[in-house]
Nanobody, 111 residues
Framework: QVQLVESGGGLVQPGGSLRLSCAAS????????MGWYRQAPGKQREFVAR???????MYADAVKGRFTISRDNNKNTVYLQMNSLKPEDTAVYYC?????WGQGTQVTVSS
């Protein structure tokens, strides 16, 4: 059974940084494509970033150059480093693999 547990969200001022973590069990992150998605209030869930088994990374245009996805194979955990945060980055952030989802972690960017 796949379980994904996100953490690291919180309240941050515009221009600040946060690092989200996604601890996985029941699946090996290094051999699967792991993704981060987000859902803002009143909006549909949208793609943020993905890391393939090869290590190749992909990003939504809205976060390119500001966010970095990575993984720690020893900890079986995927990370999302978010820099230069903007109010429009406010959302619940979800980790996903093979249509399995975590419970999400809230990120709020506000002064």
């Amino acid at each position: 059974q796949v379980q994904l547990v996100e953490s690291g969200g919180g309240l941050v001022q515009p221009g600040g940084s946060l690092r989200l973590s996604c601890a996985a069990s029941g699946i090996i992150v290094s051999v699967n494509a792991m993704g981060w998605y987000r859902q803002a209030p009143g909006k549909q869930r949208e793609f943020v970033a993905r890391i393939l088994s090869s290590g190749t990374t992909m990003y939504a245009d809205a976060v390119k150059g500001r966010f970095t996805i990575s993984r720690d194979n020893n900890k079986n955990t995927v990370y999302l480093q978010m820099n230069s945060l903007k109010p429009e980055d406010t959302a619940v952030y979800y980790c996903s693999v093979w249509n399995n989802w975590g419970q999400g972690t809230q990120v709020t960017v506000s002064s």
